[in-house]
Nanobody, 125 residues
Framework: QVQLVESGGGLVQAGGSLRLSCVVS????????MGWFRQAPGKEREFVAA????????YYADSVKGRFTISRDNAKNTVYLQMNSLKSEDTAVYYC??????????????????WGQGTQVTVSS
């Protein structure tokens, strides 16, 4: 079992910044992919950003490219999502997700095995 715990969400004005954290614990593999997804009310869960299993490559949704940065601290088993220049359309519950298997894509939530409980991000305009 793998446990994921997110933190760092909150209320911020448009143009502001937030940093989300996701602590990974439990029986993790040495190589695993980590992703951030979000879900706004009435919408499907959508891909935001991800690390490859090697931890070298990163991937971003077009809507956040240039504004969001995914990073990881292996010593702390933590993955971060730095969010800058926030917009009202970024308002959502943000989830981190873990995947041990290989896939050529990172944007499909069905391919992830474990999920955190989510953290609310609200951007006021």
């Amino acid at each position: 079992q793998v446990q994921l715990v997110e933190s760092g969400g909150g209320l911020v004005q448009a143009g502001g910044s937030l940093r989300l954290s996701c602590v990974v614990s439990g029986r993790t593999f040495s190589r695993y992919a980590m992703g951030w997804f979000r879900q706004a009310p009435g919408k499907e869960r959508e891909f935001v950003a991800a690390f490859s299993r090697s931890g070298i490559s990163t991937y971003y949704a077009d809507s956040v490219k240039g504004r969001f940065t995914i990073s990881r601290d292996n010593a702390k088993n933590t993955v971060y999502l730095q969010m800058n220049s926030l917009k009202s359309e970024d308002t959502a519950v943000y989830y981190c997700a873990y995947r041990s298997s290989y896939s050529s894509t990172y944007y499909n939530p069905d391919e992830y095995d474990y999920w955190g409980q989510g953290t609310q991000v609200t951007v006021s305009s």
